[in-house]
């Protein structure tokens, strides 16, 4: 059976069931004796191991299998769930974690899991019972994973058994092509000229005909009988050009013959299971009802969708010059219509927090037994959604954010006792809308940060000046931490820092449009709390124009717009600055840096428009030839060609179908 | 590099000048009718700007600019191909798009040494066909950075 089509599925899905795994094993940590917990984590490895073995990952199936029969034997009260069972346990979900990731990079998902096997197999048989199930050896495994070649009809096995008898060496040789083979078909029957010389292929996988039709990846095997050397094979068929990868490995018939009994097997036996599950399903009538849509596809349906407002517009325009009541009125429907629809689209974007937020429990627990801390986590506000975008970059800054806390907020047990604080820390993670913003809270009720501490560190740091110390807030005191400079690696503080400072998380949050700000008190705990956009592809900006053209400053670079007379414009070392509210602000004359054409009869204007632009502390003054507007954009790439592009981050499309260019002011600031 | 077992390649065939060029029809995506191109400031000199194609932001390069041929105003004929070549998608502007050909394998030789005074690095070949002379074009050579580089220093 071909799976490769349902590969995506099949990783969303496992990622799905390995996460319910880690909360279920959370949760039964706390309550070992809940049935429903144990039903659950059942359930879910039994459907994992199923899906895993019908997709022909073998030693992924094999491990769900163990774990099964572990939950299958405190199901029937064999044995009990002890507190250092749950180690092993999560060892294994975290095995099986790596196999999917393998996966999902284009591995097969192979791996070495012995011990883990062994440690299960003890669990499963407590002390005394004997193990009932017939299993799959897992540890024999990864013996047979170079030989991938299925569905040898026994004519081909009669030829390979004979030509064995007769002396001749059987391989099977897979060939990986260069991912950027044009002719993948050209390539194959290239190759299968130079087999041929050498001997005689047997059987191919994909098929011949799949290979001349190119319906293959870029790998293929073969069963090949030759009475050349292995080496003498690999050289020849590497003279052809664009392969990647030649592996050849010696065919050995008697364990193919193993392989396939067990892969029956174990198909036969989830034939069985898998009706006992869609009974339940259906009993309990909890259906699903969603679809997985590729990003992609949603990106495409956007853009066309701007189209059709571009249009609309049109007719919006032609509507009203022609004057006709009828079509007007259509118009103004199909308006109505569009829009909903729009928000429809981003909205089907939008993914709960939840996927971030659920795989913290289990990474808290780690970093808490490593630091030998005792920490609770409280989640708030899982379901509030995010845009898609956001969601997939979030999750690293939190991740810093977290283990933050735990190793620096968060207070070892006996120092909690001497506070008289509970001995378990909590750690809260809350996520709430406001506004066109998402908010997302990390508390502690640790340590707090010590102002004073931070304030001396960042002195001698050089970060800030005694004299600016005196002027700041506790809040900007806080802030200090974030700054680049007051972590460095070779010195863990018991402020900040693992190594990599605080700085990182701040330019990403930074660069995703959001900001951060931090609140402490001392002995109470500290709160992190990161503002977001809803969504990054839609973006406030001032549009301009320079002579005919049109651009787009992002509103959240800007501080302010000004209109100034030539008069007031100083001359600084050559470079022309206004004050600006008792600031010296250089100004950036965007005709010359952007080299736009002027027409031959340009007036000079006695006015200038300035639009004054900020990058950190630093502000500059954009001149323009006028100001159009604010403006909701939807933000789009210059794609792969145009990279680099000097101060320019992307382009959007205006309501007339014209493309605009975003400035990066960054660029501008020196 | 190409090594066709069908023995034709099929090819969109287009002007630029006198002479006629030829690129993979594999790699274009479609032909387009001229629509308004916004410059982008600071790029190399061929790059003529971005255009909207349905809803993607695509940038147009001037193929004669590429090619350092003089640079003619575009008019009816002009067209602009859509070409789509590692990843990258870029519209090309060419003086006229005229057809779609198969060319036979065995008719494309390699290409010369100069052919006029463009760098022939791009060329992949060309083809005699009756009384039309086709320059095949390498589009990753035409589109990569590498190339542009080169053509930048020598242009100055």
Known sequence: MDTSGYLTVFIDESNEHLEVLYNQLLALEKQPEETAIIEEIFRAAHTLKGMSATMGYHDLASLTHKLENVFDAIKEGKISVQSEMIDVLFAAVDYLHEMVEDISAGGNGSKDVTDVVEQLKCLEQGETLPHEKPQLEASQEPAVHSQQMKNIDEFAMTILQESKERGYTNYEISITLKEDCLLKGARVFMIFEVLEKLGEIVKSDPSVTELEEEQFDHTFTVLFISEHKKETIQINIEKVSEIEAVEIVPFNIEQHQEKEQDSRKLAENQGTTKVKETKQRSSKGVANKTIRVNIDRLDVLMNLFEELVVDRGRLEQLAADLDNKDLQDTVEHMSRVSSDLQSIILTMRMVPIEQVFNRFPRMIRQVARELNKQVEVEIIGAETELDRTVIDEIGDPLVHLIRNAIDHGIEAKEARINKGKPEYGTLKLEAYHSGNHVFIEIEDDGAGIHKEKVLNKAISKGVISEGQAELLSDQQIFELIMSSGFSTADQVSDISGRGVGLDVVKNTIESLGGKITIDSKQDRGSVFSIQLPLTLSIISVLLIELQKEKYAIPLSSIIETAIVHQDEVMHAHHTKVIDFRGKVVPLAFLNDIFAVKQPADAETNAYLSIVIVKKGNKMVGLVVDSFIGQQEVVLKSLGNYLTNTFAISGATILGDGEVALIIDSNALVK | ?156
């Open chain 2, 1 to 156: 590099m190409e090594n066709n077992m069908s023995g034709n390649r099929k090819v969109i065939v287009f002007q630029l000048g006198e002479e006629e060029y030829a690129v993979s029809v594999q790699q274009v995506g479609s032909i387009e009718r001229l629509i308004p191109i916004t410059r982008v400031p600071q790029t190399a000199d061929f790059v003529k700007g971005v255009i909207n194609l349905r809803g993607v932001v695509t940038p147009v390069i001037d193929l004669r600019l590429r090619f350092g041929m003089e640079e003619t105003d575009y008019n009816d004929s002009s067209r602009i191909i859509i070409v789509f070549v590692d990843n990258m998608e870029v519209g090309l502007v060419v003086d006229a798009a005229n057809d779609v050909i198969d060319i036979p394998e065995s008719k494309i030789e390699p290409a010369p040494e100069v052919i006029g005074t463009v760098d022939a690095k791009y060329i992949e070949g060309v083809a005699k066909l009756e009384d039309r002379l086709l320059i095949l074009l390498n589009m990753q050579k035409v589109l990569t950075e590498e190339e542009m580089e080169e053509l930048k220093s020598v242009e100055g």
